[in-house]
């Protein structure tokens, strides 16, 4: 039997091998004519991206918030009592504005001092925080001037004890006067009186021998929340004379801001009842601490006659508030990034 071998010529005669040729030429074209419109597409596009980088600038949008407040306080209302416009570390206790005797709040000054200051009676009393801060302002003279100078000779009074006095000096006339019952600082709890002891003797902070001590306190008495009441040259304002001895606690930031801007109390008091009132421009004082804060006057209004007031406060600060003894009350905002605080009220 013959061999068979194939030419090829069967092949290109075969319908089927002529089909599957026409059908791969026809996949390589398209596969061609694909891969050039692509190319032709990027080049059309690249000269258009190069154009447009070249002649127009990328605008950028830039939020500037150099001029926003660092920490925005959000206020919103309390319900205090309207009463308590007689109370706290920044009232008013002069010749013209009187107080009652304090029927709570009062602690023993020995129950809470620390070892270095002493009292000349352990029956003496203040309120809790300005005791706090005396133990603070007490330590510190101690390690600087490497003694403990203070001893306490005068705290809260009654009214039947500011009238003992009253009488007894009842000669003393203009400045010098002593205060009427109802009349006197020392009757808000919030003062004291201070003497000096050294090596078993006494001494005043007026005198030559307490000028160390005077120094210091006037430097330094602020940053624990403590002012000179009755400070040398504002007579006329006070109404009282000069006494070195006598220290009145209002908190840090406002005794720092008084120490700075030479103010007494009253001018103090004067200043934000004019200038800062709720929901105007607020006050703005350092806290001695790193912190600042926010101070304004909330005028009592109306409301003195309704027992109650609506009191502007922080939604997410702390915040502490005062009555003026006269007409409203002080709110301080201790303003701080909100991570490092929690909201927090108290009335001082």
Not at 212 to 217: F, G, H, V
Request: aromatic share 12%; net charge negative; hydrophobic share 35%.
């Amino acid at each position: 039997m013959a061999d068979y071998r194939s030419t090829g010529k069967e092949l290109r005669k075969s319908p089927k091998g002529l089909f599957a040729a026409l059908l791969g030429l026809a996949v390589l074209a398209g596969c061609w004519w694909g891969a050039m419109r692509v190319i032709k597409g990027m080049n059309r596009i690249e000269p258009k991206q190069a154009e447009e980088s070249s002649d127009q600038e990328v605008s950028v949008l830039e939020i500037s918030t150099a001029d926003e407040p660092e920490n925005k306080v959000i206020y919103q209302y309390e319900a205090v009592f309207a009463s308590d416009v007689h109370s706290g570390p920044l009232m008013i206790v002069n010749r013209d504005y009187p107080t009652e005797d304090i029927t709570d709040g009062l602690v023993t000054i020995y129950s809470m001092k620390n070892s270095f200051y002493g009292l000349r009676d352990v029956s003496l009393q203040l309120r809790e925080e300005p005791v706090r801060a005396l133990n603070e302002m007490a330590e510190a003279i101690r390690n600087e001037l490497g003694y403990a100078p203070f001893l306490i000779s005068t705290a809260y009074r009654t009214k039947a004890d500011q009238r003992k006095i009253y009488s007894s000096s009842i000669s003393a006339q203009g400045a010098n006067a002593p205060a009427m019952a109802g009349f006197s600082d020392y009757e808000t709890g919030y003062s004291v009186g201070i003497t000096l002891t050294r090596n078993g003797s006494y001494y005043e902070l007026s005198g030559e021998k307490g000028a160390a001590e005077r120094e210091w306190m006037e430097r330094n008495a602020a940053k624990y929340g403590f002012i000179l009441r009755y400070p040398q040259g504002k007579e006329s304002v006070t109404q009282f004379a000069y006494d070195a001895s006598h220290y009145r606690y209002v908190g840090a930031p406002h005794a720092l801001y008084m120490q700075e801007h030479g103010l007494c109390l009253e001018e103090y008091i004067e200043l934000l009842r004019s200038g800062y009132s709720y929901p105007d421009e607020h006050l703005t004082i350092p806290d001695g601490q790193g912190r600042s804060c926010e101070v304004f006057f909330a005028p009592l209004g109306a409301s003195a006659d309704t027992g109650t007031f609506e009191l502007p406060v922080p939604l997410d600060y702390p915040y502490t508030y005062s009555g003026n003894n006269i007409d409203g009350f002080i709110v301080t905002v201790t303003v701080a990034p909100a991570e490092a605080q929690t909201p927090d009220s108290a009335a001082e």
